[in-house]
């Protein structure tokens, strides 16, 4: 069975700064991998998702994220945030023969001015 | 607008008592997934139904049932609430295994 961790619960981050999100997934296969943001109060919403081919991906908002199958890893990125970008980020697994993701704890992020 | 229409908004109900929670999936997704996310749970995937058949089944408690109608609409029921069951119930669907595309969740509270 597919699992995803996040290995960091919070980061806190200037306007302006870079940001990297880690995410490390365990599946036998080819994984599908997404990343997904939810802002408080609201449903989460597609950033970005690699299925296959170039192993760096870009994604709305300025976010893009890097496959690395050596590392198992799926790390988020983005140059420079901006205030609004504070909210809780998801990295999620999933599979070409399964309809079923799996999300990981996720990590929220704040960003100080 | 995500595409996913999910009502009511919020719900605050008893304990003991029995809810339905009910989901409109995007045009022409087939798939419908319903999460649970709660502050010590995470998102918990509790069920998915395909054109109307159970898929898979997650970490679904026997006090909830879901549905899939013709339409594609999908109905969750939670009966016999508890304090714990107090979270946000997120409504996915997807067209294929490609990523879901979420509903903006029904804030549940048990009182």
């Known amino acids: 069975a597919q699992s995803v961790t996040q290995p960091d619960i919070h980061i806190t981050v200037s306007e302006g700064a870079s940001l990297e999100l880690r995410c490390n997934y365990s599946?036998?296969?080819?994984?599908?991998l997404f990343w997904y943001v939810q802002s408080p109060g609201q449903g989460l919403q597609l950033l970005l998702k690699?299925?296959?081919?170039?192993?760096l991906v870009q994604g709305i908002k300025g976010f893009e994220a890097e496959f690395k199958r050596s590392q198992s890893s799926f790390n988020l990125r983005k140059p420079s945030v901006h205030w609004s970008d504070a909210a809780e980020y998801f990295c999620?697994?999933?599979?070409?023969?399964?309809?079923?993701?799996?999300f990981g704890a996720g990590t929220t992020v704040t960003v100080r001015a | 607008d995500s595409g996913v229409t999910q009502t009511p908004k919020h719900l605050i109900t008893a304990t003991g008592q029995r809810v339905t929670l009910r989901c409109s999936p995007r045009?022409?997704?087939?798939?419908v997934y319903w999460y649970q996310q709660s502050l010590d749970q995470g998102l918990q995937f509790l069920i998915q139904?395909?054109?109307?058949?159970?898929?898979a089944k997650g970490n679904i408690l026997e006090r909830f049932s879901a549905q899939q109608f013709p339409d594609l609409h999908s109905e969750l029921n939670l009966s016999s609430l508890e304090l714990g069951d107090s979270a946000l119930y997120f409504c996915?669907?997807?067209?294929?295994?490609?990523?879901?595309?979420f509903g903006s969740g029904t804030r549940l509270t048990v009182v």
């Open positions: 996915a669907s997807s067209v294929d295994t490609r990523g879901y595309t």
């Open positions: 599946y036998g296969a080819t994984p599908y």
């Open positions: 690699y299925f296959s081919g170039d192993t």
């Open positions: 999620a697994v999933g599979a070409s023969n399964d309809y079923k993701l799996s």
């Open positions: 045009s022409g997704d087939l798939s």
């Open positions: 139904y395909y054109n109307g058949e159970e898929r």
